[in-house]
Structures are given as structure tokens and as C-alpha cells.
Nanobody, 122 residues
Framework: QVQLVESGGGLVQAGGSLRLSCAAS????????MGWFRQAPGKEREFVAR?????YYADFVKGRFTISRDNAKNTVYLQMNSLKPEDTAVYYC??????????????????WGQGTQVTVSS
């Protein structure tokens, strides 16, 4: 069983920045594909970014968000710059333990954190 714990959310003004972290338990972290998703009220959970040996982003965050990982710390990060009010959501990290699904679907991820709230004011 893998446990994921997100942190770093908060309230920020439009144009500001936040850095989310997701700490994972277990010794196989370096083999996982890690993803960030978000869910706004009344909406489905949507893909934001993922990282394995390469990174992949949703079109709406390209050039603004950066996903990275530190395998020595079992942690994945999401640096969010130029935030917009429409980025307001609960942000979740997920772990694909197979490491190879390369998917934007939440169904491809085996483990999830509890989420961290990001609120961007206009």
C-alpha cells in the first residue's frame, strides 16, 4: 500500500505562484508514474500533469506549471506560476504503480492523496 500526502495549497491572488508537494511512502517510488489532477466543485477530476522519465502536461497549464520529482525524497512537486481564478480546485496527486500506463485518466492511477485546496482570487 502506498500513502500519498499533499501539501502546499492555499489562497493566492491571480498572477501569483504556489508549489505543491506530494510525499509518498514505499521503496518503489522511483518506478511510479506520478500525476497531478484537480477537481473543482461540480466538475470531474481532470488531468494536470504527469512525470515518469518524461513529463506531460494538459494544454491549459503548459508554460505555467512545472512537474518535477525527487526520488531520494520520495516526493513529486507541482510548481504553479501565473495562477488564474479558474485554477481554483482541490489538487490531488496520484501514483501509477505500473509505471507504464502513460495515461491522463484518473482510472490509470492506483493510489491517491487526500488533496490540497488551491484558491486563486481575482
Amino acid at each position: 500500500q502506498v500513502q500519498l500526502v499533499e501539501s502546499g495549497g492555499g489562497l493566492v491572488q491571480a498572477g501569483g505562484s504556489l508549489r505543491l508537494s506530494c510525499a509518498a511512502s514505499g521503496r518503489a517510488f522511483s518506478t511510479y508514474t506520478m500525476g497531478w489532477f484537480r477537481q473543482a466543485p461540480g466538475k470531474e477530476r481532470e488531468f494536470v500533469a504527469r512525470i515518469s522519465l518524461i513529463t506531460y502536461y494538459a494544454d491549459f497549464v503548459k508554460g505555467r506549471f512545472t512537474i518535477s520529482r525527487d526520488n531520494a525524497k520520495n516526493t513529486v512537486y507541482l510548481q504553479m506560476n501565473s495562477l488564474k481564478p479558474e485554477d481554483t480546485a482541490v489538487y490531488y496527486c496520484g501514483a501509477d504503480a505500473s509505471g507504464y500506463r502513460s495515461s491522463q485518466s484518473p482510472a490509470a492511477y492506483d493510489y491517491w492523496g487526500q488533496g490540497t485546496q488551491v484558491t486563486v482570487s481575482s
